[in-house]
DNA sequence: TTTATTTGTTTGGTAAACCAAACTTTATTC
DNA sequence: GAATAAAGTTTGGTTTACCAAACAAATAAA
């Protein structure tokens, strides 16, 4: 879509650097290094990868700025991260830690078919009524090892409908 | 849990050995090239490395057959890749092969939490009466934009309802 | 405005993956 | 059983990504 085929480093690189760009309006490489857990001179390196791509604008001893291009392939990667990590936060309820770990892997493995289909999931699951918070709830519940029982999941179909009915009045 | 921390490339390979030993019962360092798409080179590489790690039995000119350890690992790496693939193709519905290849990278990205919590979430859903086979369509048809219409949404839950106290009797 | 200090760059070296091509071993075929 | 083919290995070279440490530039402090 954009063109442009990343290493999963360049993509993380990149990502930083939207990120320090949103907090401090601008990107220094000692910044940098420490977010990625680097030595400065491992940042140069990055820096004249990305910005031969044209993504960054750099010249030595300057600021760094994402260029239009950069931005938009930094945009598309940060809602990779954004989405996967609402995903398993969310869905799965996952720890949030966990969640953002996974989130900072994945985000490298899934391309976009894979991660517009998850919006569209959860876009589903939050509008239709037979997913409601009780039934994420029931997740929580049977995760937690109760799933055996299931005391009223007998009824639970029909207690839901009752109320769903109640609502619409 | 099994103690060892391979790179993907590794994972990758550990998982094509298990792959020829389940059809060929041995794995040849040709075949091994041609599925993962490398010169004959690259493999006997790898296969030094893997056998330093003590995953698999390999000395020079001979099969390659994996150990306790690495049957243990390549296995755990195959449960990802198939819960992954299960969940993409069956909950997000993706084309098969688009999910194939996201779960092929996907694998190395998530760990056991994720994976772990992924197989409950599937389990969830397919013994939740609430989000039964009319459930899974109704993602079908909302992900093929008939969203805002959602025509008989107001009474899915009633019918359901009604369907699930019938088959009960 | 000198002198420190911080920040950024460069250089040399390592490790993982890979290729290309020469070479060796094993397997086939005549 | 020798000649040929196929399979496996080695060697030298490339790329990406890192570190360590020397160096240069920019900023801050004296």
Redesign the interface.
Known sequence: MTGIDLSENLEDYLETILELEKTQKVARVKDIAEMRGVLRGSVTGALKSLAEKGLINYEPYSFITLTRKGTAVAGEINRRHRVIKNF?TH?????PQ??E??AC??E????R??VD??V??I??ME?????DAS?IQ??AR??QGE?DSRPD??D???R??EE??QN?K
Chains 1, 2 share one sequence.
């Open positions: 398993l869905v799965l309820q996952l720890d966990i969640a770990d996974n892997r994945m490298h493995a899934m391309d078919a894979a289909r998850m569209a999931f876009d589903y509008t239709c009524p037979r997913t039934w029931g997740f049977h995760r799933s999941c007998k639970c179909m029909t839901s409908a769903h009915a619409k």
